[in-house]
């Protein structure tokens, strides 16, 4: 199912209150169960990350780690966070991180995403 993006700050700020949340150097996930069948997502990226280029390709990174994990993920609101080390890292980290915290967080089983 197709996802859908979280724009309101309302949505954002109840998932930062309300949600559950896991760190990693390089990403920051929040994640609350939904209503919603699909999966609704919003990326944070703070002027403290550095200049647009920077805070774009935070998003962009992101956003490609997670288009690989979503088919196995229904029902759920998630919140990503970009820090510092985004804009240096691959893809790839990120998505590792992504796929340890997304399962942490009971949003993935073990066999849904191999």
């Known amino acids: 199912m197709k996802s859908k993006t979280l724009k309101e700050n309302k949505n954002f700020r109840r998932l930062y209150y309300s949600g559950k949340s896991q760190a990693s150097p390089a990403l920051v ?25 920077k805070r774009n ?20 609101d998630l919140v990503f966070v970009a820090r510092s080390r985004t804009t240096r890292v691959k893809m790839q980290v990120v998505l590792a991180d992504m796929e340890k915290q997304l399962t942490a967080l009971g949003v993935l089983s073990h066999e849904e995403h191999r």
């Open 29 to 53: 996930t929040y994640a609350s169960k939904s209503r919603y069948k699909g999966v609704r997502f919003g990326i944070t990226t703070s002027k403290k990350i550095g200049n647009a280029v």
């Open 57 to 76: 390709r935070s998003k962009r990174v992101i956003r490609a780690a997670f288009s690989q994990l979503e088919d196995g993920v229904t029902g759920w």
